[in-house]
């Protein structure tokens, strides 16, 4: 059993999972327990989802770690995520974007809205918007970086359009089981890669 933030994310550095150096040192600071039920602290540092109520999870730490290498994060990003839950994620982006740097977040479930605004309080570089992630942001487009917190069937085109010259979204694409996809928006247009990482997230509400 883990019982410390610190050895989760020793754990996920010892599974070779994380192996990002600015990663590592920004989930360390991220503690998860603050960002769970107190009903399931016990659970907190236990690498897999937890429910947060509205019928959503909290991602497994590993696959924070994933997605969140996959795209690269960079100090100064504008960043865009789909799917606040209860602003774990976020947290750690805007560790890694730093104080010069930005971080929008959906949420589509209301009563996650004001949980995910009151945990990210502290975080002067998150905004945590209500609305369907699937349209995006586009008040703050184009973006650096999206994270997509949610399965979809093909890849939302306003998330695409979205993506800035240079930028990278991560996205889990397919039905049922979905594969974890790397987009990067080149001068050509997009490359797309398949990670090899199968999941399963909850899925878009498409239009």
Wanted: with cysteine; proline share 5%.
């Amino acid at each position: 059993m883990l019982e410390s933030n610190e050895e989760l994310v020793n754990y996920l550095k010892n599974k070779e999972v994380l192996t990002d150096s600015k990663l590592e040192k920004a989930m360390k600071k991220v503690d998860r327990k603050e960002f769970i039920p107190e009903r399931y602290g016990k659970s907190a540092y236990m690498d897999k989802p937890l429910p947060i109520g509205g019928n959503q999870t909290i991602s497994a730490p590993h696959m924070v770690a994933i997605m969140t290498e996959a795209l690269e994060v960079q100090e100064g990003d504008n960043v865009l995520e789909i799917g606040a839950g209860s602003g774990y994620q976020a947290a750690v982006l805007a560790e890694l974007v730093g104080s010069n740097g930005q971080v929008h977040t959906i949420e589509l479930v209301e009563e996650l809205v004001k949980k995910a605004s009151d945990a990210l309080s502290k975080y002067e570089n998150v905004e945590v918007h209500h609305g369907n992630g699937y349209f995006g942001y586009r008040a703050a487009a184009p973006f650096n970086r999206i994270l997509v917190a949610c399965g979809a069937r093909e890849v939302p085109l306003p998330l695409k359009e979205q993506v800035g010259e240079g930028g990278k979204m991560v996205i889990p694409v397919g039905r049922g089981v979905q594969m974890l996809t790397l987009i990067e928006r080149t001068s050509d247009g997009f490359e797309e890669k398949d990670l090899g990482c199968p999941c399963r997230f909850v899925p878009f509400v498409e239009p």
